[in-house]
């Protein structure tokens, strides 16, 4: 069984995916196109990370059998090519879902504390800076509404309650079990100091945060992203970032990746941005690979597969 993982991985990496019992993978860097043009007609089981899953790709692939994704969202596969050609697709939820509520947690933090300016000025050798330290804040005491209810936002509320925070969230409809009070999302913007995104990017929810729904937060509150990228009107973004309306964003994705880095966001001081890297930890990648050698497994022998999506 051949599995390409499409995705550059560094020594540690590349050490747990030669552990992996059963399996022969070959690593292929997401930029090196034409290794991957050369190992797809032989690719039974294909990982799929970040960069998308074209038409084209799958095409070039005669001999695959499964489209394993490691991660959750699926908006980066060509789902009708996998359809036409009768290839499942599967994902893995809730396997990254502590490394992701982790850098929401960082990223919040790092917003409010301003972490990345003081360390910016240590660099240059500023120690005291009036204007940097003048209103700094903390998490605690504070309003964070969670839009969406699933696995990270079940990790994150109770460490977000344990500070201090007082929780909101909305879901298509209200979680029995959910920590904090529902609300419907025009009220949960208006309401909160700290917005966290953790919802898929769909057809329904490309754009969902665009200049209205950014009108409507409060005044001095803070966006955070480590969701999709297109969930977000970026432009919309950077303009009530720098008229002040919010006071920060923490991102981790982007509406391209990798972005334009002349992209307006990268100009603003109160923006804390990271390289879509929520997931990546080492404990993402073994309970990962656990369940997607599994499915690889399973869709060789012809038996039903795990978290299967198409």
């Not at 080492?282 to 299967?308: K, P, Q």
Request: aromatic share 4%; hydrophobic share 50%.
């Amino acid at each position: 069984m051949n599995i390409v993982f499409h995705f550059a991985a560094g020594p540690d990496l590349a050490t747990r995916l030669a552990s992996v019992p059963g399996v022969n993978i070959a690593v292929c860097a997401e930029a090196d196109g034409a290794r991957l043009m050369q190992l797809l007609p032989d690719c039974d089981v294909f990982w799929h990370v970040l960069k998308p899953c074209t038409a084209a790709m799958i095409a070039a692939a005669p001999r695959l059998r499964l489209i394993q994704k490691i991660g959750v969202g699926v908006n980066t596969i060509d789902l009708d090519a996998a359809k036409a050609r009768g290839i499942p697709v599967c994902n893995l939820p809730g396997t990254n879902a502590r490394a992701v509520a982790e850098l929401a947690l960082s990223l919040m933090l790092a917003v409010v504390r301003r972490i990345p300016r003081f360390d910016a000025g240590m660099r240059h050798g500023v120690w005291s800076d009036p204007a940097l330290q003048d209103g700094i804040g903390e998490l605690g005491g504070r309003t964070v509404g969670l839009v969406g209810y699933g696995a990270i936002p079940r990790l994150l509320a109770p460490v977000l309650e344990a500070l201090g925070g007082r929780i909101l969230y909305t879901a298509r409809n209200p979680v029995a079990d959910a920590r904090g009070e529902y609300r419907p999302l025009d009220a949960l913007l208006a309401e909160a100091d700290i917005v966290s995104l953790h919802i898929p990017q769909t057809a329904e929810t490309t754009g969902l945060i665009n200049a209205a729904a950014l009108a409507r937060m409060k005044p001095g509150a803070i966006l955070i992203n480590t969701a999709r990228g297109g969930l977000v009107d970026q432009l919309a973004l950077a303009e009530a970032l720098r008229s002040g309306h919010l006071a920060g964003a923490g991102l981790d994705v982007f509406a391209a990746e990798p972005p334009d880095f002349a992209d307006p966001l990268f100009t603003l001081p109160n923006v804390v941005a990271t390289p879509h890297i929520a997931w990546l930890t080492t404990g993402t990648f073994d309970r990962s690979f656990a369940i997607a050698a599994d499915n690889a497994r399973r869709v060789m022998a012809g038996e039903g597969l795990l978290h299967r999506v198409v």
